[in-house]
């Protein structure tokens, strides 16, 4: 069988992505685009791996995202430590942030066991503006 040119490769695997996204079954698209199954296959394959590495985010995206997550963490935590500390609240108000702030923590240690952070956070000196985070 001889080899296909480049650009009719490219035309064939723009075609079965195309009727992958309209649902079709991989028979039809077969038969429509008169191709053998080892083809399908091999286009199909490279078709996901195009659509992995488009949607795969960057690495720079990445730690700025788990610098967010850290950040808001952190600060939930603060906030919900400083209303457990003031007498002036409700007994229930600081019971449910102190419940909150255990959330928060077990959110954290969830992303830190995930790998989604790195577990480096320097020790919360009691209000927010003494306070400095640092996310991995």
Known sequence: MPAIPKEEQERLRSRVRELLRLGLDEDLIIKELQISRAAYFRYKKQVIHEIKKFYQPKEQELDDYKSL??????????????????????PQS????????????????????????????EPIKGTLNESKVKAG
Request: net charge positive.
């Open 69 to 90: 997550v850290m950040k808001a963490l952190e600060d939930a935590i603060l906030i919900n430590k400083q209303i457990m500390r003031d007498i002036n609240n409700s």
């Open 94 to 121: 600081r019971i449910l942030a102190a419940e909150m702030t255990t959330v928060y923590r077990a959110q954290q240690c969830k992303l830190v066991e995930e790998g989604y952070i790195k577990p480096y956070i």
